[in-house]
């Protein structure tokens, strides 16, 4: 009976430390993020005041002051345009590619392919110089396009890399059982194959999405007022930083909230894409 | 007539069919990529200077020479691989340890994977911001945790023995999520055929997670850490929104300084050599570094 009791208190006691853990990882990763939304609620009074306020009355303050003294969403919508155009193009041109790699024995496959990913090897620093000395020679900064054309070739390899993993998946006898039935190889491909991977494109274009919503150093370097896209724009936030925490919080909560629902909607697919071709080796 | 038409169109389609897939896709890569490449070289052979417009000379390796001896390059290198280092290094451990833990089912392990894809999918902007107003020295929450430890708070951006340290943490609070989802989806995807049969044996603990863990999730291991070690040398944008590469210059990583002397200093032709070391010396070691770890990867899987 003894040994029982110690059995089940030893796995009673387990069990309170595995959850302690698991409470305090989500503490510190949800402490920080609940800290900047709370603050960005705040009326200038509270907003610093030592020790914080955890009870006050919550006002939209902030909120009001970025778009009205702002172009604030201006810089949202520069960012949608940007995002979306920019990983649209890329499917386009990408998953054609993708398949063309895994669908034909090309020589030199791998080596096409690892020329694809080692563009991602490069430090941003190196691509801006030229492209900014090239759109300023064609009075193209400030301007959504460049940053639309580079947005999308470094998407462009990111997702003839992760298609390529994809499309491996699907066996060519699909293919071929659509083209003896009759149809070219270009319209199996459209109407057979790119239907079948769905969830890849779709993990694929969160992934470009993504990176492209939250892109910094080409936004920095080619945008101007009328450009700007939203990490950009909190950062001019903090040019003014003594003074406008309040407005600085608002803009991040904002540019926060969207990522944190899409990911809690899209949580499987990005996990899938992040560990495809990892995990099966 | 007709049947050679039939064969040579077949064999044309061929041989020409693949590429047309991935004609748009080179083309488009090809030229915007190379064209960086060759101008940045170009440029980086030249006194280009926004400063002084119109006296553009070709000056050779000039800037190379003058980068390559300048102190000022190798404090950033020095910083860049520092940060990079210890960065990955906790991120790894900590992932590591945390995937260890958590695999098995529980309760809310959905939960727990949503929540740790957060600081991953946000911008480096705003995890910057975030974490700036976190490290304030009067009215942020780190000191003031640290007050009920007893701890004083410091001005931990702002003071040079504690600035790069502080941004590797925040560096650490984004990424290790990243290789905890990897490493756990690595361990969820391991057979239990490998476990048994080791317990058989009478293998437990440390000794079953040093030879057959560890050496099963070498792929992944190796494809997280290949990761995060290149995406941590392009590292720019927690810099300039953290600390602008201060105090001093103890934080400036080499990609920040290549953004200071192309759009600060404007001296175009120094930031793209400087640019082309950095590249060079990032390709050298990634290509080194997955070298060294796919051959360590292929003798443990005896």
Redo the contacts between chains.
């Keep these: 009976m003894n040994s029982l009791y110690k059995k089940r208190n030893k796995k009673f006691f387990k069990g309170i430390i595995?959850y302690t853990?698991?409470v305090i990882?989500?503490f510190?990763?949800?402490?920080?993020?609940i800290?900047?939304i709370l603050?960005s609620l705040k009326s200038h009074v509270d907003t610093?005041?030592?020790?914080?306020k955890w009870i006050f009355t919550p006002t939209l303050v902030h909120y009001h002051d970025i778009f009205t003294k702002h172009p604030f969403l201006n810089y949202i919508l520069n960012s949608i345009i940007v995002s979306f155009s920019s990983t649209a193009l890329s499917l386009i041109?990408?998953l054609?590619?993708a398949?063309?790699?895994t669908?034909?024995q090309?020589k030199r496959n791998k080596d096409?392919a690892f020329f694809?990913l080692?563009?991602?090897?490069?430090?941003?620093?190196?691509?801006?110089?030229?492209?900014?000395?090239?759109f300023r020679s064609i009075n193209l900064i400030d301007n959504l396009l460049s940053l639309i054309?580079l947005y999308?070739?470094f998407n462009?390899?990111f997702v003839?890399w992760m298609m390529r993993g994809f499309l491996r998946e699907i066996p060519t006898e699909i293919d071929e059982a659509a083209m003896i039935d009759g149809c070219s190889?270009f319209l199996a491909?459209i109407k057979i194959i790119i239907p079948l991977c769905r969830s890849g494109i779709i993990a694929t274009s969160i992934f470009c999405l993504?990176m492209s919503?939250?892109e910094?150093?080409f936004a920095?370097?080619l945008t101007g007022q009328k450009t700007r896209t939203?990490?950009v724009a909190?950062?001019t936030f903090?040019e003014f930083s003594g003074t406008h925490?309040g407005q600085?919080?608002a803009a991040?909560t904002i540019?926060?909230i969207p990522?944190?629902v899409?990911?809690?909607l899209t949580?499987r697919q990005?996990?899938r894409g992040?560990?495809m071709g990892?995990?099966?080796? | 007539m007709f049947k050679i038409l039939q064969f040579s169109n077949d064999k044309w389609k061929k041989n020409w069919e693949p590429y047309f897939y991935l004609l748009p896709c080179l083309i488009i890569i090809i030229s915007l990529i190379l064209y960086p490449l060759i101008k940045a070289f170009i440029t980086s052979l030249q006194s280009l200077n926004f400063m002084r417009p119109g006296m553009t000379e070709f000056v050779g390796l000039e800037n190379y020479f003058k980068e390559i001896t300048s102190q000022r390059t190798w404090n950033s290198l020095k910083i860049t691989f520092l940060f990079t280092g210890f960065g990955v290094l906790l991120e790894f451990i900590l992932g590591f340890s945390m995937a260890l833990f958590f695999n098995r089912d529980f309760k809310g392990k959905t939960f727990l994977r949503s929540i740790l894809l957060i600081p991953i999918i946000l911008s480096p902007i705003v995890v910057g911001l975030i974490w700036r107003i976190l490290y304030n020295p009067d009215a942020g929450m780190i000191n003031y945790f640290l007050g009920f430890l007893g701890i004083k708070g410091k001005a931990w951006l702002a003071i040079k023995e504690t600035a790069l340290i502080s941004l590797i943490i925040t560096d650490v609070w984004q990424w290790t999520p990243f290789m905890f989802l990897m490493l756990l989806a690595g361990l969820e995807g391991l057979s239990q055929e490998h476990f048994d049969a080791a317990k058989v044996d009478g293998a437990s603990g440390f000794n079953l997670l040093r030879y057959i863990t560890i050496p099963l999730l070498k792929p992944i291991i190796i494809i997280a850490i290949l990761i995060r070690v290149i995406d941590s040398l392009r590292t720019f944008d927690l810099v300039f929104v953290m600390t602008s590469g201060g105090p001093g210059m103890v934080t400036e990583i080499t990609n920040y300084y290549i953004y200071q002397t192309a759009f600060r200093y404007w001296r175009m032709g120094s930031a793209a050599s400087l640019a082309i070391i950095f590249t060079v010396i990032v390709s050298v070691f990634s290509f080194v570094f997955i070298k060294y770890l796919f051959k360590t990867g292929e003798n443990l899987y005896e």
């Design positions: 595995f853990v698991l990882i989500v510190i990763i949800t402490f920080p993020l800290w900047v603050t610093f005041r030592m020790p914080p041109v990408g054609p590619a398949y063309g790699l669908r034909f090309i096409i694809i080692s563009t991602r090897m490069a430090p941003a620093t190196l691509v801006i110089l030229p492209f900014f000395i090239l054309v999308m070739i462009l390899s003839v190889r491909f993504v919503w939250n910094f150093i920095l370097v939203l990490p909190i950062t903090i925490w600085l919080t991040g540019a926060m990522l944190i899409f990911s809690i949580q990005i996990i992040m560990t990892a995990v099966e080796r």
